[in-house]
């Protein structure tokens, strides 16, 4: 690793990169920095791709937290406490739920309740997820596109020294407690691309891979969009001809949320932003890992390397870390 | 008409009369009377048998107007300023599906919504309607017996000079503008009555006919349990042999709540507690109307008459009419 390769955001000019993204996120880390990307792009020129993997039917409710997640944060509706969930939130539903004896360990809001009630009444007359989706985002003024990775159902399976259990059974309700064995995404074979996806990617300079956990949120949109360095067997992959980066969401061995690290080390692999960039082995173009991990660019064996601050405490950090992001992306076009 | 057949509440002697009673309610009025019965009787000793003619599915969900009326009200979690919808309620997700678009003429609270959500989920899952009723009421602390009228679908439609209307869409949507022509209720002729009903009948000293609306609170639930002076034509109906008592939801000549005396006056008929009385015709061995209505009762040719108060403003009116009825009611037994 020479320093020719690592860029060092503190030695970045100022001046603002604009090029056209594509980014892949998950739930609260993706969504920080499809915000941060938002801030600085014109609206147009960014397309957040995210997974649905984990959706789930729930209350007789059809129920996107990575989706509402993205949506939230870029409309400004999110709960800055939780990354999730609406601000200024209410939990009346939930409350009279528990009351009747219903089913209450995933804990949804009453301004949240209404999407997930509108969102499953235009699914069962047919709407497809992203049409939806559209809808919604142009309710709550989001001028960014957002889509779905897919409008056919996959569903993230983890297997456990507990058995299989479905993403949020794993997730919400066992606190990710049992011991990570693999994944499957049930419907993935089937699974189209969503429609736009193939163009914004074409359309895009680069695709930024957000720091979203690489096993179930990074790797479904991968799989279904057919994102490899190399054709999938599985579908008419093909090798994608994009720059891509990715933000690691391990920082000093820990992930800030959800259990990207403990199921690093529950497979056996260390957890580090070392193990991210292995992860993505040769589809990344450029790798963007924490000042805390300086230490570990020395051994990263793809494409050039970003090391700045990647924690987005603030609103302004995540416009911070998007305008390194896209300083670094313009480097490698 | 003699003074022998009319009872005056003012002459009545003020001991509490026990008797089993099966109340038939649609709506506000329905409830209120039966709350009054609550507040008298032993528990054990009232069954409320509700209309579901009033049902609907709506934003996907299965809404039960008068079960959630009556049941709210039987267990003080009733909104004392419109009779239906809960109490303290908060807005909040009805706010936010009209923001994205969606339906939001029927006015649903959060507490409400949870009522509908876990009612809906546990219908999918093949639970009869009086099942998920009853484990409802256990949750509220209801101790009464509360029947929806059957568990297959009935649903009223109004015919208007608009042409058919279901209900909700003619009650809430069109607030009762249309000029009604006429009823009828799908579903009716394969309609089971619940589970309970004939056996409560059967047990009770009377029956009670709430102040609800005649034509679409109280004849479908007369319809579906068969309860007529003669054998219906169109199912094994059999004569009642328990006396029935009816109270008059007109007083004056108008409705306290609701469209029955509209109704009344666009099918031609004089609005009043006459022509209600008219309305059960021989099913009826005793009447209730209101002081106001005094006059009216020489012309009455139903049974015999109580005439006294019968506005239930508040929670002591409903208990004091509950005791003037069930004093009646002791009368003819």
């Known amino acids: 690793m020479t320093s020719q390769k690592t860029s060092n955001s503190t030695h970045s000019p ?39 993997g984990d959706d789930f ?15 939230y944060t870029l409309a400004g509706l ?23 004896g219903g089913v209450s360990w995933f804990r949804l809001g009453d301004q949240d309740f209404a999407t997930h009630i509108e969102r499953t009444r235009r699914l069962k007359e047919g709407e497809p997820l992203s049409q939806v989706t559209k809808e919604f985002c142009a309710a709550w003024g989001i001028k960014q596109t957002v889509l779905p990775m897919s409008d056919s159902p996959v569903r993230t399976i983890v297997d456990t020294d507990e058995g299989e259990l479905a ?7 066992r606190h990710c407690g049992p011991r990570v064995k693999g994944f499957r995404f049930d419907g993935i074979e089937g699974a189209q691309p969503v429609v736009g996806a193939a163009e914004a990617i074409e359309a895009a300079d680069a695709v930024v891979i957000c720091p979203s956990n690489p096993w179930v949120s990074v790797d479904p949109i991968l799989r279904v969009l057919a994102l490899t360095p ?7 992959g093909q090798k994608i001809n994009k720059p891509v980066v990715a933000v690691s969401p391990i920082i000093g061995g820990k992930t800030v949320k959800g259990p990207a690290a403990k199921m690093y080390a529950e497979l056996g692999i260390e957890p580090s932003a070392l193990a991210v960039a292995e992860h993505y082995h040769d589809l990344l173009a450029g790798f963007v890992l924490d000042n805390q991990d300086k230490q570990l660019s020395d051994n990263l064996k793809t494409g050039k390397i970003l090391v700045t601050d990647t924690l987005m405490n603030s609103t302004a950090d995540r416009a911070r870390l998007a305008k390194d992001l896209l300083q670094f992306v313009g480097s490698l076009l």
């Open 167 to 173: 993403f949020q059974e794993y997730f919400v309700h």
């Open 78 to 100: 999110a709960n800055p406490e939780t990354g999730w969930g609406r601000q200024n939130e209410t939990w009346n539903v939930i409350a009279n739920i528990e009351r009747l």
């Open 230 to 236: 190399t054709p999938l067997p599985e579908r008419e």
């Open 57 to 71: 039917e729930h209350l007789g409710l059809n129920i996107c937290p990575d989706l509402d997640t993205v949506c």
């Open 14 to 52: 100022s001046s603002t990169v604009h090029s056209r993204i594509v980014a892949l996120a998950g739930g609260v880390g993706g969504a920080k920095l499809a915000h941060g990307l938002a801030q600085i792009l014109p609206p147009e020129d960014l397309t957040v791709i995210v997974n649905t």
